[in-house]
């Protein structure tokens, strides 16, 4: 009975890290897969370093360290898990309410939306930390005996791993280049676009409230014709960081003005524009290429 009791202990120990590590696993690769499947709408943040780039680099990371976590029981391994998780957690929360601007290479990440998207990488992000943590716990209370009970299940759970990680690793590959492809195969290229695409009309109001409105403008890439309105007492100008354009400021009443101006959105993705008079207090918004 009491061999029973040991086999079936030992047997329940392999299952939860087993189950551990999956989960560890799956949080990395649906961070990787979100980042992947959007980096190339990012490709026009930023300067030499877009944030197009960070985010491979970040589906890259996580897909590796999923690697490591799938095909090895190495302690490494899952701090660096917890690390990726937690660092992506906070980028991600500090890029949704906190406008740093660009330091150094990094672009100016504020984007002050929350969408789809973000919630399912941020999911994975919060299963990795804990699924990683809880790992490292039950490693340290039961390193000793895991060594003893874990080691005749570890070449096949090692087999397995590796399979899982390697179908993880080609999806996650898979999604970044076809999404790359599909975005360059569509964009007009930035000297022929307002040749062969009609010239599009937006409108776009400041109000007392200090928003635009509208504050996500979806639009074709190529040429655009901009008409910026005050509609209340406060200046208002539109700055455009990624084609390092600022327009002309405009007031409302009294004697209000209108301006109107021409730029070129000559790949898809989603360029941030913000009032450099009222950015800190949230007037800002997204011109979403598609």
């Given at each position: 009975m009491q061999r029973d009791s040991r086999v079936q202990r030992r047997s329940a120990i392999a299952l939860v890290d087993l189950l551990l590590r999956l989960l560890t696993a799956a949080g990395l690769a649906l961070d990787a897969g979100v980042h992947a499947s959007l980096a190339h709408l990012y490709d026009g943040v930023g300067g030499s370093l877009s944030e197009g780039d960070l985010f491979r680099i970040e589906a890259a990371l996580a897909c590796l360290v999923a690697l490591c976590v799938l095909a090895t029981r190495w302690r490494p391994a899952f701090v660096a898990a917890?690390?990726?998780?937690?660092?992506?957690?906070?980028?991600?929360?500090?890029?949704?309410?906190?406008?740093?601007?660009?330091?150094?290479?990094?672009p100016n990440l504020y984007e002050p939306a929350w969408d789809v998207q973000k919630s399912l990488a941020a999911a994975g992000e919060i299963a990795?930390?804990?699924?990683?943590?809880?790992?490292?716990?039950?490693?340290?209370?039961?390193?000793?005996?895991?060594k003893e009970q874990i080691m005749p299940l570890s070449r096949s759970t090692s087999l397995v791993g590796v399979g899982i990680a390697g179908v993880?690793?080609?999806a996650g590959i898979a999604g970044g280049v076809a999404g790359g492809v599909a975005a360059r195969g569509a964009?007009?290229?930035?000297?022929?676009?307002?040749?062969?695409?009609?010239?599009?009309?937006?409108?776009?109001?400041?109000n007392n409230q200090l928003r635009f409105a509208p504050s996500t403008v979806h639009l074709r890439p190529g040429k655009v014709?901009?008409?910026?309105?005050?509609?209340?007492?406060?200046?208002?100008?539109?700055?455009?960081?990624?084609?390092?354009?600022t327009s002309t400021s405009v007031t409302g009443d009294p004697g209000g003005t209108v301006v109107s101006f021409t730029v070129g959105f000559a790949h898809k993705g989603r360029y941030r524009f913000y009032c450099a008079y009222h950015q800190s207090a949230g007037m800002v918004g997204t011109f979403v290429v598609s």
């Open positions: 917890a690390l990726v998780g937690l660092s992506a957690i906070a980028v991600l929360l500090v890029s949704r309410y906190v406008d740093l601007g660009a330091i150094g290479p990094i990795t930390v804990l699924a990683s943590s809880a790992w490292l716990v039950l490693e340290r209370r039961n390193s000793q005996q895991r993880l690793v080609a964009s007009p290229s930035p000297r022929g676009y307002g040749h062969h695409a009609a010239l599009q009309h937006v409108t776009i109001v400041g014709r901009i008409t910026l309105k005050d509609a209340g007492a406060y200046p208002h100008n539109l700055v455009i960081p990624a084609l390092r354009f």
